[in-house]
């Protein structure tokens, strides 16, 4: 090979050349190694805070049901029965524990241990089952957030952790019940099955979860049908005119028009015109479903869009009317596709938050909703409501809650992905 | 209770129709299919048709009008001493009997006379629920019989149901342009409402926000100033930020993945990039509050640099990786879109493939790039739940990434979450934002849409 000087240039600059190559390629490599990386460091800090919320801190006190308490008049009416003063009950049983504790001021922090809705649930108890009165048993309850934090971070209660809202006499007390065993740690079913609450050893996404499926039954209802006669219509039938494309634009622009303007529409339209119930999950289902009809058209064209002609025109030849065509053929064959875009587009519903605090879902809810008129939250928006109250607690039941949320998605699409590959024809 | 019996015996009566229908045509030919002019399906869905669609619609109608006619008729009987009431006192009234009636817990102090007005309330409720029953089933009795005596053999039904479908399926694609005109509406009238308290140019041009108006002449700090350009600097603060991080790294991605990526390595990482963009917004935010901001302000205190804990910044980078995934996906399907000749072309003169992705495949997919990148600015630009979260509330004029700014969208979600009162400048000045948070995102958009659509043009 003679090498002309052109050539030779060419030689020399090519190792530059290869190396700049290799340098870029490594940009891309690492472009993609940092996103993903954001992901995993997103995910696992999460899961990491979230995942001390499924257990929560017991501590086992012996309660005597003294009949003058409960029920002095001895009459057993429930009225009387739920009446009575049951965190007093809950206090005599700590003051039991430790008899030496005296002032005032120590006594408020021994009862300060256990959650103030530990006497809610002696009453429940004693409402059950009326004849635990005048018995003495060993009630495992619900140790106050402090105790809790404490208990997670610091099992034996060495260190002083005043920090933590747990000052040393505090921490001595939960040190004995140590030693004797009347501190434990269980699965955290409250956090399930109640609703919200200012205490965070009571809280639970119970309400919050409830008031999500209640809003997505309605978004599905809604724009589940409408999505898919939208988009029969303007694959199969829609004549090439002006009106259709003004549709056609109006659709995709809708995509990509900001979720919470659609909280304003909703505050304008459905509370303030309509007169409909704030805070319900009808007008949230309502707002949801205007926001994800777009993604359901879209999807469900596409999915029509993937039946061949063949399959039309085989049926109109057979004496088929068009609408029989496409109903009878075409949608059956393009459901699996419909149905995925439709699981998509609620899981964007599920996990969205603005809209609604435009339309008053973000209010403080106790009560797990029981229908769709009643005021109720959603998941999303119970996280934004934890993330911003003070108490150190809510921190991981927020965490909490996420990790939750995140495993509904995570069905949904995986649902969706199943159903694709398990249904989606090659034609 | 009883609406939603009545609902259930209104399906069951149409349900019931579809089978009377079809078994009156079957019997009226004896059997003899072939001389029905209709198969026997659609002369059920004709009676069916007739037995429920006129009966929503006038349930609707129930629904939307009950309300208002059972309010009117209250006010009109309304004792003496609530008379002259004006319209707020009014409505907080009527909510107080709803609540009344209900036993829930009133705003009042409840008396006697108000007790007859909620009980009166609680009668006309079920005055009506009897009224729309009664309305209802008659009317659902008399489609069915209607439906029922027009069948004979030579009847045109399918005519009938398929043009009920035909016109059913128009007006389901009517809704998405209804939804915009909605949109459109509803912002627009309250915005006209507030700019006849507060100028245009005051909100376009004003240099200072401060939304808290005074109850009272005397009251101190409540300047109600309405200027919107600390607003929309802040905005554009944290989408440039979020630009800053998304644009490399989804860029750079995209580039990998389109050129270099082995098909395996794509299937694998493609969805794991859009798992970004399926996280929910209020995660990122929880994520920004209270794990990034806090470490951006620890490093800030560690070199000496003051970093608030509300920092544009934070706020910014972690929208930036929520939008990584938006701007990968769109440059990867410009980049795929470059013809592969212009490949070929540039690595048959001997260019290295960086090269020619620098110099040829870049330049060419451009405008794709660009309206992916503007979609990406809008969705920026309209996000919330990060910037309520992690961003401020206070209008600073700034553009330090380190002090804390506010948004647009975090404006109105703080002007619109509490009470409202609805001839406030404060609460309209909310739909105003709106107003221009929807014309800004709508013209990023467009403008996006048609850059994207040129480009593909050039090589279809």
Request: hydrophobic fraction near 50%.
């Amino acid at each position: 090979m003679t090498d002309t000087p052109t050539m030779k240039r060419v030689r020399e600059g090519l190792k530059r050349r290869y190396r700049s190559e290799k340098r870029f390629q490594s940009f891309g490599i690492l472009a993609i190694v940092l996103a993903l990386g954001f992901l995993v460091f997103l995910l696992a800090n999460v899961f990491v805070q979230g995942m001390s919320a499924f257990r929560t801190t017991e501590i086992a006190v012996q309660v005597y049901f003294d009949p003058m308490v409960i029920d002095p008049g001895g009459t057993r009416e429930r009225e009387a029965l739920s009446k009575a003063n049951y965190r007093g009950l809950v206090r005599k049983s700590l003051r039991d524990i430790f008899p030496d504790v005296k002032d005032r001021q120590d006594k408020r922090r021994l009862y300060k241990l256990l959650s103030t809705g530990a006497g809610f649930n002696l009453r429940k108890e004693v409402l059950d089952n009326p004849g635990l009165i005048g018995k003495t048993l060993t009630v495992w309850m619900v140790a106050s957030d402090d105790v809790d934090m404490a208990f997670k971070n610091n099992a034996s209660f060495d260190k002083n952790v005043k920090s933590q809202g747990i000052n040393a006499k505090q921490s001595a007390w939960l040190r004995d019940l140590k030693a004797s065993g009347q501190i434990r740690s269980v699965f955290n079913k409250t956090f399930f099955l109640s609703g919200d609450s200012r205490e965070p050893e009571l809280a639970g996404i119970g309400g919050a979860v409830m008031g999500s499926l209640l809003s997505l039954a309605v978004t599905l209802a809604i724009s589940f049908p409408l999505g898919a006669m939208t988009a029969v219509y303007l694959e199969e039938f829609a004549p090439k005119n002006r009106w259709t494309e003004i549709i056609e634009v109006n659709i995709n622009n809708l995509a990509s028009v900001p979720s919470i303007i659609f909280g304003l529409l909703g505050l304008s339209v459905f509370l303030n015109v309509f007169n409909m119930n704030r805070s319900s999950p009808m007008v949230g289902g309502l707002v949801l479903a205007l926001m994800t009809l777009p993604t359901v058209i879209i999807a469900g064209r596409a999915a029509l869009k993937s039946v061949p002609p063949s399959i039309r025109e085989a049926a109109l030849s057979v004496g088929a009317s068009p609408l029989q065509a496409v109903f009878h053929h075409v949608l059956p064959l393009s459901m699996p596709g419909m149905l995925t875009g439709a699981i998509i587009g609620m899981a964007r519903a599920l996990g969205e938050t603005a809209p609604l605090l435009m339309i008053g879902m973000v209010a403080f809810i106790v009560d797990v909703p029981k229908g769709f008129a009643d005021p109720a939250t959603a998941l999303p928006v119970q996280i934004f409501l934890w993330a911003d109250s003070p108490e150190r607690a809510f921190e991981e039941k927020t965490a909490a809650a996420i990790v939750i949320l995140l495993a509904f998605l995570i069905c949904m699409n995986l649902i969706a992905v199943i159903m694709r590959k398990k249904f989606e024809r090659k034609w | 209770m009883l609406s939603s019996t009545v609902f259930f015996v209104l399906v069951l009566l149409t349900f019931a129709g579809f089978y009377m229908g079809r078994s009156k045509a079957v019997s009226s030919v004896s059997g003899e299919l072939r001389e029905l002019q209709s198969l026997p399906g659609y002369y059920g869905y004709y009676v069916a048709i007739w037995c429920g669609l006129p009966v929503m619609l006038l349930l609707g109608l129930w629904f939307s009008l009950e309300p208002r006619i059972i309010e009117m008729i209250l006010i009109s009987e309304m004792p003496e001493r609530f008379a002259g009431l004006s319209d707020i006192q009014l409505n907080l009234l009527i909510n107080d009997i709803h609540n009344l009636a209900q036993n829930n817990i009133t705003s009042r102090q409840v008396d006697a006379e108000l007790m007859a007005v909620a009980e009166r309330y609680a009668a006309l409720k079920q005055t009506s629920a009897w009224a729309m029953m009664v309305a209802t089933l008659s009317m659902a009795i008399a489609g069915l019989t209607y439906g029922q005596r027009s069948i004979t053999p030579a009847f045109k039904a399918s005519n009938f149901v398929e043009k009920v479908i035909m016109a059913a399926l128009i007006a389901s694609s009517t809704i998405a342009v209804l939804t915009t005109i909605g949109i459109v509406l509803s912002l627009l009238f309250e915005s006209i409402r507030f700019f006849n308290m507060v100028s245009p140019a005051d909100f376009l041009f004003g240099l200072e926000w401060s939304p808290q108006t005074a109850l009272r002449p005397d009251q101190v700090g409540s300047s109600g100033l309405f200027g919107a350009i600390p607003l929309l600097t802040g905005t554009l603060l944290i989408s440039f930020i979020a630009m800053m991080v998304a644009a490399p790294v989804g860029l750079l991605s995209a580039m990998f993945m389109a050129e270099y990526a082995n098909p395996r390595f794509r299937a694998a990482v493609k969805p794991l990039l859009e798992i970004l963009a399926g996280v929910p917004t209020v995660v990122y935010g929880f994520f920004a509050a209270l794990t990034v901001a806090p470490l951006f302000r620890g490093f800030g205190v560690n070199i000496g640099l003051d970093i608030s804990s509300e920092s544009a910044l934070a706020a910014g980078a972690v929208m930036g990786i929520m939008i990584i995934p938006f701007v990968s996906s769109m440059s990867d399907d410009a980049i795929r879109a470059v013809p592969l000749a212009m490949r070929e072309g540039s690595m048959g003169l001997g260019a290295t493939k960086s090269e020619t992705i620098k110099r040829v495949i870049f330049p060419a997919a451009l405008p794709g790039i660009i309206g992916g990148l503007l979609l990406a600015v809008s969705r920026a630009i309209g996000e919330t739940m990060i910037v309520v979260m992690a961003a401020g509330l206070s209008a600073n004029l700034t553009a330090n990434p380190l002090e804390a700014v506010t948004t647009i969208t975090v404006q109105i979600v703080s002007l619109l979450t509490g009470d409202q009162e609805f001839d406030s400048p404060k609460t309209l000045s909310a739909f105003a934002l709106g107003l221009l948070l929807f014309v800004v995102t709508l013209i990023l958009n467009i403008i996006a849409l048609k850059i994207v659509k040129k480009f593909r043009e050039k090589y279809d």
